[in-house]
Nanobody
């Protein structure tokens, strides 16, 4: 089973920076996409940034130019460098992957997996 564990959230003042990390584990895994999403109180979960398997990156419009997504070469970890943080960035941040993993009977179908979330709070 694929598991994702986020770290790096916390409290920061407006204009500050944080870096989130997410590790993907669960045996023999092949990830297709690695992404970050966030959900603020009373709002729908939104895409922050996504790293496609072909190397293309897309950002949500509200974070473009301030946040940077990266991954390791094995595509089993994804990071989110957040600069110029604003109180509007306050949310629970989730990492996600679309991945397959190898079972004793073969490769399980690709599906989306999510981490438990990490809180980011930006004070004004």
């Amino acid at each position: 089973q694929v598991q994702l564990v986020e770290s790096g959230g916390g409290l920061v003042q407006a204009g500050g920076s944080l870096k989130l990390s997410c590790r993907v584990s669960g045996g023999q895994i092949s990830t297709n996409t690695l992404s970050w999403h966030r959900q603020a109180p009373g709002k729908q979960r939104e895409l922050v940034a996504i790293f496609w398997n072909n190397g293309i990156i897309n950002y949500g419009t509200s974070v473009r130019g301030r946040f940077t997504i990266s991954r390791n070469n094995a595509k089993t970890a994804v990071y989110l460098q957040m600069d110029g943080l604003d109180p509007e960035d306050t949310a629970v941040y989730y990492c996600s992957t679309n991945a397959i993993y190898h079972t004793p009977t073969g490769w399980a179908p690709a599906r989306d997996y999510w981490g438990q979330g990490t809180q980011v709070t930006v004070s004004s």
